[in-house]
């Protein structure tokens, strides 16, 4: 006849693993993230987030800061994924356009009549129908792509 197998009390258990647990108090965890200030918004309708996409959708009188930059517009999406925000008005039902995205980077700001596709971690963007002043002149472009300085 056999000894049947002799278990420890829950405690003991946890006693004689000790040595294989890790010390999470010692253990240096740094985030991976690019993100080196915080990022807010806002949307006065609504603010939608799709969790399978890793998208948010921002709806009517909009806006999104990160550091020196601010984006203004009634329709935002916010992709975390690709580190990108797309910006446009909304079309109404009688085909008027309304809250055009506003851009605004290091005290400059840049009118929008179409939209902008930005990219926050490398600060690059492109615009179609943009229209800003510099230097005593008001500058115009049909489709501008903004590096990281302009």
Known sequence: MTQ?????PLADTLAARQDTLVNLDS????PTSDIQTDILYFAEDSIITDFTENKV?????????YGEMKLEADRIVIDWKNSELYATGVTDSLGAISG?????DKG????IRKEMRYNFKSQKAII????TEQQDGVLRGETIKKNRRW
């Not at 049947?4 to 420890?8: D, I, Q, V």
């Not at 179609?128 to 229209?131: E, G, H, N, T």
Request: cysteine-free; overall charge positive.
């Open 57 to 65: 959708y921002l709806y009517k009188k909009a806006w999104f800061e």
């Open 108 to 111: 400059t700001s840049y009118e």
């Open 4 to 8: 049947p197998e002799r278990t420890l």
């Open 100 to 104: 055009n995205p506003f851009f605004t």
């Open 27 to 30: 253990a240096k965890i740094m």
């Open 128 to 131: 179609k129908d943009v229209v």
